[in-house]
């Protein structure tokens, strides 16, 4: 008989364990308003109570707060919208994951656009500087300011934390930066040129729902793990954007994109990275409650948002 305590066992976080939820109410990485409340939903639909079922310690006091930037004071950056905004979101972001990474804790930040990802694998990587990225989503989110067609920050974070592309003054504090060896794509379906490109020239290792549909989401794991972490070893910062699975699945979100992950195959993915016992920080990221053609697709954007994470976090299917 495995009890919570046995199964819940991980290489890096002392016991009991502790999740701090760090609820990032923020949509100027992109256009779409309403991503700012995801997290306020994953909140109410009862995130917290639900992870301390599973015997984690929760903290949560209440959700970020972030300066605001006139508009009129943060004009673009080349193509980049809300430039500034973007960074000091971000950088404050790193700092609180940081803090909750060295205080032991195991950050788990609730989006909110992919543009906070700079801020939340920063603030591991100053806790844990060998840590690699399990990067869970539909886009590469690897464009620079020069080959970005949106402007929208959320699809370049990863360039950020990479060290790509031009040196904007702005984003100075992005470090230490990420190793592309350390980076693991899962479920790209739409990747654009320029993005395609960094991805050859910087032999970043993507798993596209090509070679999900070729292998099956079994040993595509296995394979991501075995890049990334071949010793099982290495602290695991998972960063799960919700477009990543199918829009069947998870409608509410900004920028879907048709032919993703199914409802197990998200799941999977979560289990296998806890299975591991290398989870460090996770993040769940571009849930908006504002999108969906109805009030079910919401509920049920925001209840994926929640499973997501449960099982990020131990909560294995029944019988095992
Ligand atoms: N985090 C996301 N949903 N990113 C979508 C990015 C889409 C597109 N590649 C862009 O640069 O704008
Ligand atoms: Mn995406
Ligand atoms: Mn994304």
């Known amino acids: 008989m495995t009890t919570a305590t046995e199964s819940s066992a991980s290489r890096f976080l002392p016991n009991p364990k502790t999740v701090a939820i760090v609820g990032c109410p923020f949509r100027g990485g992109q256009s779409k308003e309403g991503v700012d409340h995801g997290p306020i939903h994953l909140v109410q639909a009862g995130l917290p109570e639900q992870l301390a079922g599973l015997g984690w310690n929760v903290h949560f006091d209440s959700h970020h707060q972030f300066e605001e930037i006139d508009e009129k004071d943060d004009p673009p950056i080349g193509k980049m919208k809300n430039p500034r905004l973007v960074s000091r979101v971000c950088e404050a972001v790193a700092s609180t994951v940081g803090d909750h990474a060295k205080q032991g804790r195991l950050p788990l930040t609730l989006g909110g656009d992919h543009s906070l990802a700079m801020g939340t694998i920063s603030g591991t990587l100053r806790r844990y500087p060998d840590a690699c990225v399990i990067w869970v989503d539909a886009h590469a ?17 990863v360039s950020f934390l990479l060290g790509l592309g031009p040196k904007i003054a702005q984003f100075d504090w992005v470090r230490p930066i990420l190793q592309a060896h350390r980076l693991v794509y899962i479920g790209l379906r739409d990747v654009d040129v320029g993005e395609k490109r960094i991805l050859k020239e910087n032999g970043i290792k993507a798993f596209s729902m090509h070679e999900v549909d070729k292998w099956g989401i079994g040993r595509i794991v296995e394979m991501a793990l075995d ?36 409802f197990r195959e998200g799941h999977y993915i979560c289990e296998a990275v806890y299975e591991t016992g290398c989870l460090v920080a996770l993040d769940i990221m571009e849930v908006n409650p504002s999108l969906g053609t109805n009030e079910e697709a919401v509920k049920q954007t925001v209840a994926v948002g929640c499973s997501l994470a449960r099982s990020a976090l131990g909560n294995l299917p029944p019988c095992l």
């Open 141 to 157: 989110d690897i464009n620079t300011s020069e080959t970005t067609d949106s402007g929208n920050i959320h699809g370049m974070p």
């Open 227 to 262: 890049h990334v972490n071949p010793k099982r070893d290495l602290p695991i910062h998972l960063s799960f954007d919700v477009d990543a699975l199918d829009p069947t699945v998870a409608p509410s979100t900004g920028t879907p994109v048709r032919g993703g992950l199914t």
